[in-house]
């Protein structure tokens, strides 16, 4: 596998780590400890995620609008230069007191990052083969979490220490510099679609053509239909878990802490796990395999939070280790297994609807946490989404990988 590649895409998923790390950690937290209730931060989070739900919409666009000029780089160069100019309005506005206005920034600031993220993706699908796609998932989502780490649980470690504005500062720079490694090294293109230099009216019929068959296999409904339920159990926990420490009496140094360490190190490692071992063991069955151990983990976590009303219970922790661990060997084995199952031709557009589905999973099930927790408390709402996932994995059978299914490689 090519240093290089794997070098780039673990820097650029690095770039849209951190952002997602303070907005959907760091602030919710900081928020909370305010006095914020959680409805009206699941609420928040809930809508900075619609972009990344819906970005399928356009992602058409990337697909169509491609040529010697105008590249998936072009894309993502673009994408970043604006996720960092919105994100200076954290500099401007308070984010209790002038809500309104922060909220209109952050959700440009989402639309560019779904953007840029929908190119990232279909660019890996294009350079790379499906064989090496789980170890390559790997490592983007070890530069996801990394920036996350950094500028979730990390900005809550160092505000003290460097300020608002100092944390704001690292957030854009860790945004924003990937963007020179995308200039500077331009992956060799594995994958040779038929698309490339052809005019644009052909690529509209032959984009058109791909669509129309994507949405005639089942594959594609199926795929669907999981991403939407699969990550129930868990995408609603990587949001609340701050509010939810903090809650059990933790301050937020010790939320930040292990978050940023703990909590962030285990997805690592079972990101990199996952990604090897699916690549090695099949994807449905591995994919299966890590959804039950995070249900049994997050089932844990309630169990324990109902059974001991204690401030500052380390066994919360434990659990929340384990379901870590769990949540990056499904991560980035159910990544590879969409990529799997997505056209080249069309990368862009399906493989964005997936993903867009995986997003509209933490919109919603993050959005009900909030609702079921203020009425019937934190281990009801778990329990329930860890239910909601269980039952997804009913529609595994249905799916039908092509890992093995060599891809139009050039041979140069």
Not at 109 to 129: E, M, N
Not at 345 to 369: D, I, K, P, Y
Request: proline letters at 4%; hydrophobic letters at 55%; a neutral charge.
């Amino acid at each position: 596998m090519n240093t290089k590649r794997k070098l780039l895409f673990a820097c650029l998923y690095l770039s849209e780590g951190a952002p997602i790390g303070f907005l959907w950690l760091a602030m919710p937290t900081r928020l909370r400890a305010s006095g914020v209730p959680i409805e009206q931060i699941t609420w928040l989070t809930a809508v900075l995620v619609l972009p990344w739900t819906f970005k399928f919409a356009w992602a058409p666009l990337i697909d169509l609008l491609q040529g010697p000029r105008w590249s998936l780089r072009s894309w993502i160069v673009t994408a970043q230069s604006l996720m960092g100019l919105t994100l200076l309005s954290l500099l401007v506005f308070n984010p209790v007191s002038e809500f309104e206005i922060l909220a209109m920034f952050l959700i440009m600031h989402a639309f560019a990052a779904a953007t840029q993220d929908v190119a990232i993706d279909a660019l890996c699908i294009s350079v790379t083969d499906p064989t090496e796609r789980g170890e390559i998932n790997g490592w983007m989502q070890t530069g996801m979490l990394l920036g996350r780490a950094m500028l979730g649980g990390g900005a809550l470690v160092i505000a003290p220490f460097v300020g608002d504005a100092g944390v704001v500062g690292l957030l854009i720079g860790v945004t924003t510099f990937s963007m020179i490694l995308v200039l500077m090294m331009k992956p060799e293109a594995k994958v040779q679609l038929k698309l490339e230099g052809e005019p644009a009216v052909s690529r509209r019929q032959a984009v058109g053509r791909s669509v129309r068959q994507a949405l005639k296999e089942r594959n594609t409904w199926v795929g669907l239909a999981f991403a939407l339920t699969g990550g129930a159990a868990f995408k609603a926990l990587e949001v609340i878990y701050g509010p939810f420490l903090i809650d059990r009496g933790f301050t937020e140094a010790e939320v930040g802490s292990f978050a940023a360490l703990p909590m962030i190190g285990l997805m690592v490692a079972g990101s990199l796990a996952g990604g090897f071992l699916s690549d090695r063991f099949g994807r449905r069955r591995f994919v299966a395999v890590s959804l039950v151990l995070i249900c049994l983990a997050v089932s844990a976590l309630a169990g324990v939070d109902y059974a001991f009303d204690q401030k500052g219970n380390s066994g919360l922790l434990v659990c929340l280790s384990f379901a870590a661990f769990g949540i990056g060997l499904f991560t980035a084995a159910s990544y590879a297994m969409f990529m799997d199952i997505t056209h080249p031709a069309v990368a862009a557009t399906q493989f964005s609807a997936f993903m867009g589905l995986t997003n509209g999973c933490e919109s919603w099930s993050t959005w009900t946490a909030g609702l079921m927790i203020s009425e019937h408390g934190y281990s009801v709402a778990l329990l329930v989404l860890c239910g909601a996932s269980m039952l997804s994995l009913s529609l595994l059978p249905f799916l039908k990988t092509k890992r093995h299914q060599s891809a139009n490689v050039d041979a140069s």
